[in-house]
């Protein structure tokens, strides 16, 4: 029988304070910015499930319930996750009417219960640009946080208007620069003969 063993890991002490330092805590006292480990981050997942006979891969049951899966497919990676506040997810009733699904004439919350609390959501994972592990250290744990936090002092409505500002000065420096190409290219009058008449 092959039995899976998932490998858990906690975020060294220095890594926690230097993240709420960074981000400070929200109102439970807890901190705004953490890191986790992708196999110990768990989160509900509800729906139907099937149950298969590992030697034969046969379907043994299908089962619906509600249960706690890995929230991250990178599962042996640093992941850094800022909370968020539960009024973001709406009410409870919003949540329920968005949320519930029916299986065999059974209501069951798709993403769990209403986080009454707030929840952590995904921010950063540590990886190099060719997807490969990063060892998490209380210096790298605190410049995400940090750029995070900075890059939360403007409004994505400014830094939204101001790149359509840049594309549409880009769009009419390369419509000047094609017009002058062609213009260019172009001999005066079209090769007409060009004759002044007094």
């Known amino acids: 029988m092959i039995r899976v063993v998932r490998e858990t890991h906690e975020p060294p002490e220095n890594v926690a304070q230097r993240l709420e330092c960074a981000g400070g805590v929200n109102p439970f006292g807890e901190p705004n910015y953490r890191a986790v480990w992708g196999w110990n981050r768990l989160a509900w997942i509800g729906g139907k499930f099937a149950e298969s006979d590992p030697a034969t891969g046969s379907l043994l049951r299908e089962l619906v319930e509600l249960r706690q899966e890995p929230k991250y497919s990178a599962v042996n990676r640093w992941h850094i996750e800022r909370w968020v506040p539960p009024e973001i997810y709406g009410s409870p009733h919003q949540w329920y009417s968005q949320t ?80 002058d190409a062609l213009d260019d290219a172009v001999p005066a009058f079209h090769k007409q003969p060009f004759v002044t008449v007094l």
Do not use: M
């Open 100 to 179: 519930v699904e029916r299986e065999n004439g059974v209501s069951i919350p798709a993403l769990g219960p209403y986080p009454s609390r707030g929840e952590y959501e995904h921010c950063f994972t540590l990886e190099d640009p060719r997807g490969e592990f990063v060892q998490l250290t209380s210096t790298v744990a605190e410049h995400i946080a940090s750029a995070i936090e900075w890059s939360r002092k403007f409004p994505r409505s400014s830094r939204r208007t101001r790149l359509y500002e840049r594309e549409r000065r880009d769009e009419r420096n390369y419509e000047q620069w094609a017009y």
